[in-house]
């Protein structure tokens, strides 16, 4: 480009002044009229600088390279925040936020999700831009005019690639007309000048008989203010320079519309993915150079010869797990709604090669000279298995049957591979175990997730070898010696004594032992005394091998050699872990209800609380701890507890004593929580309602618990008001509805509810609840 005019240049070609003496401009030394300039045709154009994409792409990488679970938040916010001011931008987050999800298929959920929050925040597109043209509209069959004509009518493009980063650019103007003057007028434009560090902001598009016109002016409080610079072409030039530019439109409403929805993230997003899916032969250059080296690797060494077969077989592993991953995170996206369920039955009829009859008829047939091949196989069971549980739905079901039936004929097919044949079996079975897969699927995982399941490993395998470690035990002594289940004596103490008792018999220690014959081994290597008998107990010998004495009987005492007399039971010890604090007991019931909300594992909460058996009063505080929490938590959370504290009921790991306290605390004092909590009364119905349905509480209890509100305030209302919530809340149970409710408050209950609420009040609430 020109140099920038000097300061003693007044603007313009040759406008500044000259001497006397100064040699005239227009005339050469030998006098030679200067040639007047010509527009050649490689003339200046505007040229992009791809400085702001190479920034932002690189900070993309380093935000992908750095991707995790555990970070995920953190960083996928970082990612939203990078502005987005072109569709090359757009185009290029995806690309790279893709190719992680391909071969990153165990992330694959990670990336969708952070799709979804990319598509929620560059919803608008704010890089489309809208062109106002004076270009003449389009004929009724389409065509558009030269572009050298104008009209008096406005017409719109929206265009997804306006830059305001060019390197070279003419003015500066005053206005935004000066800007147009001069591009419409070559003849009187001055020079380009390097934009240098200059900040610019786009101020509009135009297009005036047929020159593409972009106004830009000087940022808001930078230097040289309200200053106006031009860059403008041809608009013939526009695919040459890299200019994007949409259809003509007649309003600008009507460009604005298309533009938004042709450039969200959603739908380039679902543009990569159809254009990633129909790639005709992912394995062609892959084929075509194998096939070259079979021509020509009889003159390769045995060393070459390796060495070109463990790439070819590198490369089409990755071509391979590129299929697979592409397959999967399309299964991802769908199951966050970012893609139709269409677009997934397109995605599996073509796997399967099978087209619908009619439109939405669900019936198909076999596409003729189209069969399947090994990758259609393994990519249609992958997809299953990522979206069979999402997709299977009743208002599909039609659909998923079709596809199941081809399946079971796939299955046993003898043709196919046993592998193919076995992976459409494992679905089948899939489906029919609710979509439960047997192993646990390999997914990206935090590290306390990590930390929870190598925990959980450890409590198996002590579980596993303490019962493996027992010794013998008779009924009379096989849970804490003599008294066996229930066999203290509940005369001495109170209610949660007697629990207590009741769990370590009655020579139990404090904590409920399980006594000699249930209790664990101290040592798994038996000791040998000098006689050559073991020593178990308190030191009584039996012969380590048979011939030196009698055995052990199998029951809870052990007896000595001496066939006179027995010694007395040895004292239980606790077994187990040692009993935790109240403070660390609480802490525990707390982490449970954590632990169940984020992964909704049964099975750790089971061994969780077996891990507190040892605890006196365990089951008893993890109810308490967790419904008083129910009362003021989010409902999510509310959910949580009401389902862990179900299960722990229904697997026998908590009792009625368990909830009987805890509950009735909190209908004693339910109009202290409606204080701080308006729908206590909700909470508490829900609550109770669930406990009722699994049998640790009944109505007429609960009716005891709401007389006692009546005893403190005879004309409260907030007893009947436990019932009807409670009511409410059992129709809305799946399982029960209002025929179970009226089971539940029924004629075995009713005597207690007259008691409450009066025969006269009880009808008219069974009449307007139960009816």
């Known amino acids: 480009a020109p140099p920038r005019p000097t300061p003693n240049q007044r603007g313009g070609r040759g406008g500044g002044r000259r001497g006397k003496n100064d040699p005239d401009p227009n005339f050469l030394d030998d006098g030679t009229p200067v040639a007047p300039l010509q527009r050649s045709q490689d003339r200046w154009v505007p040229v992009k600088s791809n400085s702001m994409m190479v920034d932002t792409e690189k900070k993309i990488k380093g935000i992908l390279n750095k991707m995790t679970k555990e970070k995920f938040d953190k960083l996928s916010a970082q990612m939203c925040e990078v502005p987005i001011l072109s569709y090359e931008i757009l185009a290029m987050i995806i690309k790279h936020v893709y190719e992680k999800a391909i071969f990153e298929p165990t992330f694959g959920d990670m990336y969708s999700e952070l799709c979804l929050r990319l598509s929620q925040t560059a919803k608008r597109a704010d890089f489309v831009k809208i062109i106002e043209s004076d270009e003449e509209p389009p004929t009724e069959d389409g065509t558009e005019g030269d572009g050298t004509s104008s009209s008096e009518n406005l017409v719109y493009r929206w265009s997804n690639d306006v830059d305001t980063n060019d390197d070279e650019v003419v003015g500066p103007f005053d206005t935004p007309e000066g800007c147009i003057d001069a591009a419409l007028d070559p003849d009187n434009c001055p020079d380009p000048v390097k934009r240098g560090d200059q900040e610019l902001v786009l101020h509009n598009v135009k297009i005036r008989r047929g020159i593409f016109i972009k106004t830009l002016r000087t940022k808001e409080g930078s230097e040289g203010d309200n200053k106006f610079y031009a860059v403008f072409f041809s608009r013939d030039q526009a695919e040459e320079i890299g200019q994007q530019m949409s259809d003509i439109f007649l309003s600008e409403r009507e460009a604005i519309n298309d533009g938004i929805k042709q450039n969200s993230f959603k739908r380039s997003l679902l543009n990569k993915c159809e254009d990633e899916f129909n790639k005709q032969d992912i394995y062609m250059h892959w084929k075509e150079e194998m096939a070259a080296y079979q021509a020509t690797k009889e003159s390769l060494t045995e060393s070459e010869r390796a060495q070109k077969e463990e790439d070819f077989e590198f490369r089409r592993m ?19 709604d970012m893609l139709k369920e269409k677009i997934m039955r397109y995605c599996i009829h073509s796997l399967m090669k099978i087209e619908e009859v009619e439109h939405g008829s669900a019936k198909f047939v076999d596409i003729k000279d189209d069969s399947m091949d090994d990758e259609d196989h393994e990519a249609l069971s992958n997809l299953f298995t990522t979206i069979g549980q999402t997709m299977d739905r009743p208002g599909a079901r039609r659909y998923i049957e079709a596809y199941f039936q081809k399946m079971s004929k796939l299955s046993n097919d003898k043709r196919l591979s046993s592998r193919y044949r076995f992976m459409y079996k494992d679905l089948i079975e899939l489906r029919g175990n609710k979509w439960k897969a047997r192993r646990e699927k390999e997914t990206a995982k935090t590290l306390d997730e990590i930390k ?9 395998q002590a579980q596993q070898s303490a019962q493996g470690g027992r010794g013998y035990g008779g009924r009379g002594g096989g849970r804490g010696g003599g008294g066996g289940r229930g066999g203290g004596d509940y005369r001495g103490g109170d209610r949660r004594d007697s629990r207590r008792e009741s769990r370590g018999g009655g020579g139990s220690s404090f904590y409920g032992g399980r006594g000699d014959g249930g209790g664990r081994r101290q040592s798994s290597k038996p000791q040998i005394d000098e006689q050559g008998f073991t020593v178990i107990g308190r030191g009584q010998p039996i012969p380590a091998k048979g011939g030196g004495g009698s055995k052990t009987p199998p029951s809870g005492r052990q007896h000595s050699p001496a066939p006179s007399r027995s010694p007395p039971p040895p004292k239980s010890k606790p077994s187990g872990a040692a009993p935790l604090s109240k403070e ?14 984020a992964d909704s594992n049964e099975g750790e909460v089971l ?20 419904t008083d929490s129910a009362m003021d938590c989010k409902d999510a959370e509310r959910d949580a507890i009401i389902e862990m504290l179900s299960i722990l009921a229904e697997k026998g790991k908590l009792s009625r004593s ?14 202290s929580f409606v204080i701080d909590s308006p729908r206590a009364f909700k909470y508490l119905g829900d609550m109770l309602a669930e406990f009722l349905r699994v049998k640790v509480l009944d109505v007429p209890w609960m009716c005891r618990q709401c007389a006692k509100l009546k005893e403190l305030d005879p004309d409260t209302k907030s007893a009947e008001r436990v019932i009807l919530e409670t009511i409410e809340s059992m129709k809305e149970i799946d399982s029960v509805g209002i025929d179970g409710a009226k089971s539940f408050f029924g004629s075995s209950s009713e005597a207690a509810l007259e008691t409450l609420l009066g025969a006269d009040r009880w009808s008219e609430v069974k009449a307007e609840k139960l009816a």
Do not use: C, H
């Not at 368990?658 to 109009?671: K, Q, R, S, V």
């Open 452 to 460: 929870k399941d190598f925990e959980r490993e450890e409590r198996l």
């Open 584 to 597: 660390k007991l609480e802490q525990k019931a707390k982490n449970m209800r954590a632990e169940f909300m």
């Open 318 to 336: 990755n071509i391979k797990k590129q299929m697979l991953g592409n397959i999967r995170f399309i299964g991802e996206l769908y199951k966050k």
């Open 658 to 671: 368990d909830f009987e306290t805890p509950m009735g605390d909190l209908i004693e004092f339910i109009d």
């Open 607 to 626: 061994l969780t609380m077996d891990e507190l058996s040892s605890t006196p009063n365990a089951g008893l505080t993890v109810v308490q701890v967790n």
